[in-house]
């Protein structure tokens, strides 16, 4: 287990965590586990598609209407429209991405968990691993059994796991195999993964790491160790910062075989409409531009579930075109794709049933994370920034937030 509280996250702050395991050294307490068929994660759902490049450079122009001037926009436009043209490279790459995806499970997750996570040189600690504030509880009577009652919990869990759905459709199951008796073994250059759940025998042992000590049990022995809240967060930097950044949360691809997350861009040209009016409209204007503002967004979403979203898309194109051993084309050498992909703010939502609430770092040193769970009458949010950027402040964005929340409140409630 990592703590949060180590070394490696220091430069993440303004976020409270409830550490996953106590300070207080614990004795040893062994629980039993009965040993249960291994589930079945073979999946039945549809590969995840290569998205229309005509259509993907169009979205990634009107995503960049509301981040740029008139002038900046027309340069990127000739730009796009030359990387995009018959014949082109833009075409030459697109068909590479095809053939990639007639070859392999998905034409895209191993491509980026390459480069999001394998080359990445950052600290797991903030920048990749998620943290959780558990619900609170009394721990004092059961202390001692915390983490191996933790462990048991997951594994049972692994046995039980369903085919989980949404939407009325079924999610692909194959990762969740990857929680278990994998490693994520360090490189000079990038990491690797090894996987050792695909030997006859399933694993018998968990290896516990805390406080820079190691401790193993054997034997089934265990050592004891959406729309409208997006929103928001994206009012925020033009109420504090004066200024749209680049903004996205984060949809699921696992409605594919294989797949991994999309960003759904945050800003649109109907968001700022709704923005810049906020102070002066009438209140039957105002929620003509958020009824706008929402369906835009939920356009996107639903573009994104088909498997049509344009980032990863953007990033396969680059990344193929390093592959086949071209230069990089000048569409991502482009000072509007440095700009649009530098992500000051980053959602996601992670529901759960309780009220737990997960918590992320920043993309960018510059940038904020929001996490939410919606509850049936109130939502977590979790709210990061780095200390080392003295633009940002986790707390006036928490607060601002608040205010924005019931500025819409008060907009939406019914007039007497």
């Given at each position: 287990f990592t703590r949060v509280g180590d070394a490696t996250a220091a430069p993440f702050a303004q976020t409270r965590y409830c550490a996953l395991l106590s300070e207080?050294?614990?004795?040893?307490?062994?629980?039993?586990?009965?040993?249960?068929?291994?589930?079945?994660?073979?999946?039945?759902?549809?590969?995840?598609?290569?998205?229309?490049?005509?259509?993907?450079?169009?979205?990634?122009?009107?995503?960049?209407?509301?981040?740029?001037?008139?002038?900046?926009?027309?340069?990127?436009?000739?730009?796009?429209?030359?990387?995009?043209?018959?014949?082109?490279?833009?075409?030459?790459?697109?068909?590479?991405?095809?053939?990639?995806?007639?070859?392999?499970?998905?034409?895209?997750?191993?491509?980026?968990?390459?480069?999001?996570?394998?080359?990445?040189?950052?600290?797991?600690?903030?920048?990749?691993?998620?943290?959780?504030?558990?619900?609170?509880?009394?721990?004092?009577?059961?202390?001692?059994?915390?983490?191996?009652?933790?462990?048991?919990?997951?594994?049972?869990?692994?046995?039980?796991?369903?085919?989980?759905?949404?939407?009325?459709?079924?999610?692909?199951?194959?990762?969740?195999?990857?929680?278990?008796?994998s490693s994520r073994i360090p490189g000079p250059k990038h990491d690797y993964v090894a996987r050792y759940s695909n030997s006859r025998r399933s694993p018998t042992h968990i290896t516990v790491v805390r406080n820079y000590q190691v401790g193993r049990a054997g034997a089934w022995l265990f050592l004891c160790a959406n729309a409208a809240v997006c929103l928001p967060p994206v009012t925020f930097s033009c109420r504090v910062h004066s200024e749209v950044c680049p903004a996205c949360d984060i949809a699921s691809q696992r409605m594919f075989r294989g797949g991994r997350t999309e960003y759904i861009r945050s800003?649109?040209?109907?968001?700022?409409?709704?923005?810049?009016?906020?102070?002066?409209?009438?209140?039957?204007?105002?929620?003509?531009?958020?009824?706008?503002?929402?369906?835009?967004?939920?356009?996107?979403?639903?573009?994104?579930?088909?498997?049509?979203?344009?980032?990863?898309?953007?990033?396969?194109?680059?990344?193929?075109?390093?592959?086949?051993?071209?230069?990089?084309?000048?569409?991502?050498?482009?000072?509007a794709y440095g700009l649009a992909t530098h992500w000051k703010l980053r959602t996601g939502q992670v529901p759960t049933n309780t009220d737990s609430v997960m918590c992320f770092g920043p993309l960018v040193p510059d940038g904020y994370a929001v996490c939410y769970n919606p509850q049936a009458d109130h939502v977590h949010f979790a709210v990061t920034a780095f200390n080392c950027c003295e633009e940002t402040n986790a707390e006036t964005m928490a607060r601002t937030l608040k205010e924005t929340l019931c500025d819409l409140q008060e907009l939406l409630q019914p007039t007497v």
């Open positions: 207080t050294r614990f004795p040893v307490s062994f629980v039993q586990v009965s040993p249960r068929q291994e589930p079945c994660f073979y999946s039945t759902v549809p590969p995840q598609p290569v998205p229309p490049l005509t259509q993907t450079l169009q979205g990634y122009l009107r995503a960049l209407e509301p981040l740029l001037p008139p002038e900046e926009l027309n340069h990127t436009r000739r730009m796009v429209q030359e990387f995009g043209r018959p014949g082109g490279l833009g075409q030459q790459l697109q068909e590479g991405l095809e053939r990639r995806a007639r070859l392999t499970k998905n034409w895209v997750s191993d491509l980026w968990v390459q480069w999001a996570y394998l080359e990445s040189r950052q600290p797991l600690a903030v920048h990749s691993n998620p943290a959780i504030s558990l619900p609170r509880r009394d721990y004092n009577d059961w202390r001692s059994q915390f983490a191996s009652k933790l462990i048991a919990a997951v594994l049972d869990f692994r046995a039980k796991l369903p085919v989980e759905y949404m939407r009325g459709k079924p999610l692909c199951m194959e990762l969740y195999p990857l929680l278990f008796s800003p649109t040209n109907q968001a700022l409409k709704f923005i810049l009016a906020f102070d002066d409209r009438t209140r039957e204007a105002k929620l003509e531009l958020l009824r706008e503002a929402v369906d835009a967004y939920s356009e996107l979403t639903a573009q994104a579930l088909r498997g049509h979203g344009i980032d990863r898309h953007l990033l396969g194109l680059k990344l193929q075109a390093i592959e086949e051993g071209l230069s990089i084309p000048k569409i991502f050498m482009d000072t």
